[in-house]
């Protein structure tokens, strides 16, 4: 097995949205904000080679939105997704699964691409089965209005309409193995319903992709919790749950939105779960 980190690209997004009810005079310490009280975020997506299986976990924003769309988010940077896999030696016809820790836009955009005359759309990965799960694919496609401006319909119901939409099996149990793709998942309902944090076993260490359960590692104190989450108080046991296994097992976290700590691990402290340490890309993948 070898792992590949994709940076499908960098935006920002408002500090104080991500951080809730923090103040921004703490949360500065560890984000600092621009002019426009913008953060620094990444769409950095992971993709697992296992012998002739090739899984991609999450997509990034793609680039099929209008200029005023990504003017909301101020992209930055030189990364793009298909560069990125090209960069690995893969092409998108290459991948073989496509894993969705969710179907926010910044996390399944690349999923769909505009058709060649841009009269439509069409899958990006055209060999590959797309995974969700049944109750995430529900709340997605019928979207309370919080979070309608995430759930696109042209990032998802392609998906379906191509015949490549697989759904993952309910699951037993917080922490559950998943036979269809090969590692384990850390299910949690606090951000958005069933958003699948996966854990992969890699030489010997576990890496968990943390999605939006841990947007960066200025987040980790409990309370710390994003605006855009609808179910706050239900965030808060999930990454303490979350917490007991990646403390105790010393899981290596994969930070799909944090710009400058590609890859953390944690600690117990007097004052809670800490930050241990921050590692390249290349100390762990």
Known sequence: MKLHAIEAGNFKLDGGAMFGVVPKVLWHKTNPADNNNQIDLAARCLLIENGNRLTLIDTGMGNKQSEKFFGFYNMWGDHELHQSL???????????????????????????????????????????????????????????????????NENILPIAEAGQLYFIDEPTETLAFSEELGFEIFYANGHTDQMMIPVITYQGKKIAFMADLLPTAGHIPLPYV?????????????????????????????MEHDAHNPIINLQDTEKGVRLKDVFALSDVL
């Open 86 to 152: 090209k960069n690995a030696g893969f092409h998108a016809n290459d991948i073989t699964d496509v894993f969705l820790s969710h179907l926010h836009f910044d996390h399944c955009g690349g999923a769909v691409s505009h058709n060649a005359n841009k009269t439509g759309y069409e899958t990006t990965f055209k060999n590959a089965k797309y995974w969700t799960n049944k109750r995430h694919w529900e709340w997605a496609t019928k979207p309370n209005a919080r979070e309608k401006a995430s759930f696109l």
């Open 226 to 254: 994003m605006g855009y989450d609808t179910r706050p108080l239900l965030t808060m046991p999930e990454k303490q749950a979350f917490y007991d296994f990646a403390v105790r097992e010393n899981w290596y976290l994969f």
